[in-house]
Structure formats: structure tokens, C-alpha cells
């Protein structure tokens, strides 16, 4: 069974200063998918950044990029220069490349950004 | 470009009372989901579709139903609440079955259950 783990329930980060978000994962797919999603206040569950098992290259959006290292199963996301709405929780999430498509989220680990 | 809608947005509901929540989306996806998200827990996937006519369980699926007779629709049905169903309720979905696509999320419903 797929199983993704979050290990900060919470974090500090001050202002313009960069953050890893930890996140390791299990499973016996050769082939899967890994996710972070934003989750403000407000609710509404944001995309970030995706990263395939067989990409060579660590994942990239903006002040965002995902630090994959397939051998220890870790897809930490690391935000660089924090912003105030960085402010969030944030969701790790996988997905087998299965006839099953499921995602499977990890329990977030909630970040504060300190003026 | 309405995306994933979800309604009711919050509901009140006595024990043994049933209910359906709706999800709508309008951009021809194939994947569609349920998901519930508890304090502590994230987001647990109830149950899931790849397509109109299949539906398969997730992680949680006890005291749930669901159907798949459009494209578009998803509906979530609680048979009988209980007190544990109290929870915020997201409908996502994705453009194929596939895993690469992003899930876009619809707002969320928030339920009580007395």
C-alpha cells in the first residue's frame, strides 16, 4: 500500500529566508507521480508542483522546486525567499501510475512565515 | 469557467439523517474524487472515478455512495450520518486517468453531523 508521511505537523520560517517542507513516501510501483498542494485559510486546495519517478531532473515552479531523491523515497519541497502568503498548510501527495489513480495525501505540516 | 462546483458549501445534519453532496465539473474530465479532510489527518480519499459507469473505493469508504452516470456529475451520498462523517468534504478531478495531471479541487463542503 502507497503511505506518504509529513513529519513537521509545524514549522517558522522568517520572511525572504528559504524552507524545506519535508516528505517521504512508500511504495512497490516502479511508476508513480508526487505532488505538494497549498492550502490557505481560506480553504481552497492549491497546486504547486508535480514530479514523475523517472524525471532526471528535480521539479521547478517559480520560488518553488521539489527536491526528489528517489533512492531514500523524499520529495521535500523547498520554498525559497518566504513570503508572508506563504502562510499555509502544506500537502504532500502521491500517485501510482496504476490502473488505480488514486492520490494519496500525507497530514501537511502547517508553515508560518514570520515578518 | 465555472470548473469543479460542489453544493451545498456547509450542512447541518441530525444523526440518521441522509443526504447527497453534489459535484459538478465542466472541463470533460475522466477522473473524479471524494475526499475527506479531519484535523491532523489531511485529505483521505473516500471514493473515486475513472469514467462515466466506474467507481471504485478509496481509503474510507464506509458510509458512503457513489454514481458516475455522466461525465460531469460525481455525487457523494451519506446513507445514514453519524456523528463521525463531520468533516470537510472536497470533490476533485483530473483530466485522465492517468496520474501526471494535477487534481483541481472544487471549494469544499463543510459538514456537522448532531
Known amino acids: 500500500a502507497q503511505k506518504i508521511t509529513q513529519t513537521q505537523p509545524g514549522m517558522f520560517v522568517q520572511e525572504k529566508e528559504a524552507v524545506t517542507l519535508d516528505c517521504t513516501y512508500d511504495t512497490s510501483d516502479p511508476s508513480y507521480g508526487l505532488f505538494w498542494y497549498k492550502q490557505p485559510s481560506s480553504g481552497e486546495m492549491i497546486f504547486l508542483i508535480y514530479?514523475?519517478?523517472?524525471?532526471?531532473q528535480n521539479a521547478t515552479e517559480g520560488r518553488y522546486s521539489l527536491n526528489f531523491q528517489k533512492a531514500r523515497k523524499s520529495a521535500n519541497l523547498v520554498i525559497s525567499a518566504s513570503q508572508l502568503g506563504d502562510s499555509a498548510m502544506y500537502f504532500c501527495a502521491m500517485t501510482p501510475m496504476d490502473s488505480s489513480y488514486k492520490l494519496i495525501f500525507g497530514s501537511g505540516t502547517r508553515l508560518l512565515v514570520r515578518p | 469557467n465555472a470548473g469543479v462546483t460542489q453544493t451545498p458549501k456547509f450542512q447541518v445534519l441530525k444523526t440518521g439523517q441522509s443526504m447527497t453532496l453534489q459535484c459538478a465539473q465542466d472541463m470533460n474530465h475522466e477522473y473524479m474524487s471524494w475526499y475527506r479532510q479531519d484535523p491532523g489527518m489531511g485529505l483521505r480519499l473516500i471514493h473515486y472515478s475513472v469514467g462515466a459507469g466506474i467507481t471504485d473505493q478509496g481509503e474510507v469508504p464506509n458510509g458512503y455512495n457513489v454514481s458516475r452516470s455522466t461525465t460531469e456529475d460525481f455525487p457523494l451520498r451519506l446513507l445514514s450520518a453519524a456523528p463521525s462523517q463531520t468533516s470537510v468534504y472536497f470533490c476533485a478531478s483530473r483530466p485522465d486517468r492517468g496520474g501526471t495531471g494535477e487534481l483541481f479541487f472544487g471549494e469544499g463542503s463543510r459538514l456537522t453531523v448532531l
Open positions: 514530479q514523475g519517478s523517472y524525471d532526471q
